[in-house]
């Protein structure tokens, strides 16, 4: 079946280093991948999305791109910010009739 | 005002007791979910419904049952409430005309069994 795996947290950064969490994915045919974020005390909300191979979804300096090759899709931002402090979800929706989400990386930025 | 509502935000209840959340949307989608989150294990499926007459069981539905009441509502029910029922809630919507499935979350609902 479908399933999701990323990088176990926490990830503890200081404000304007690069960020990495890695997320790699096992599905058939052509997935459609997701990273959410969940602020504390909040629910999730949708951050980015990609549909097809060597598809790139931004948002809010985010980027992640959909690599079949390697089966990944890695979160990145060139320089984070404390606001960016959150749990971040990898997700795919393929051939299940429901989405798969992998377990969370928590991210912790210092000032 | 939100799209996806969840009511109560915050309940403490007595082991034995029944519970039920309410989930309500604006958005007119026809699928909604019932996930359970505990920290380090990530989001849990319950239970999801992709149209009023259509509902079917996640991975951890023991202990745990819902009602469709219409395409806008969807309640999940404690029938005899646990200590290790003690989570967060999060019902959440999709729109199956959608070709990317993305959902949409409420705010949750921290439950604390007793």
């Known amino acids: 079946g479908d399933s999701v795996t990323q990088m176990e947290g926490p990830v503890t950064l200081s404000e304007e280093a690069f960020l990495t969490i890695n997320c790699t994915y096992t599905a058939t045919g052509y997935p459609s991948l997701f990273w959410y974020v969940q602020y504390p005390g909040e629910g999730l909300q949708l951050l980015l999305k990609?549909?097809?191979?060597?598809d790139k979804g931004s948002n809010k300096g985010f980027e992640a791109t959909y690599r079949k090759e390697t089966t990944s899709f890695h979160l990145e931002k060139g320089s984070v910010q404390v606001s960016d402090s959150a749990v971040y979800f990898c997700a795919l929706k393929g051939g299940s009739y429901i989405p798969t989400f992998g377990r969370g990386t928590s991210l912790i930025v210092h000032p | 005002d939100a799209d996806v509502t969840q009511t109560p935000r915050n309940r403490i209840t007595k082991t034995g007791k029944r519970i039920m959340l309410e989930c309500s949307q604006t958005?007119?989608?026809?699928?909604m979910y019932w996930y359970r989150q505990d920290p380090g294990l990530g989001l849990q499926l319950i239970y999801y419904s992709f149209d009023v007459k259509d509902i079917n069981k996640g991975e951890i539905s023991d202990g745990y049952s819902v009602s469709r009441q219409a395409q806008a509502k969807f309640s999940l029910s404690l029938e005899s409430a646990i200590p290790n029922q003690t989570a967060l809630y999060f019902c959440?919507?999709?729109?199956?005309?959608?070709?990317?499935?993305?959902?949409?979350f409420g705010p949750g609902t921290r439950l604390t069994v007793t």
């Open positions: 959440a919507t999709s729109d199956s005309r959608q070709r990317s499935f993305e959902q949409y």
């Open positions: 990609a549909t097809k191979a060597d």
């Open positions: 958005k007119g989608h026809d699928r």
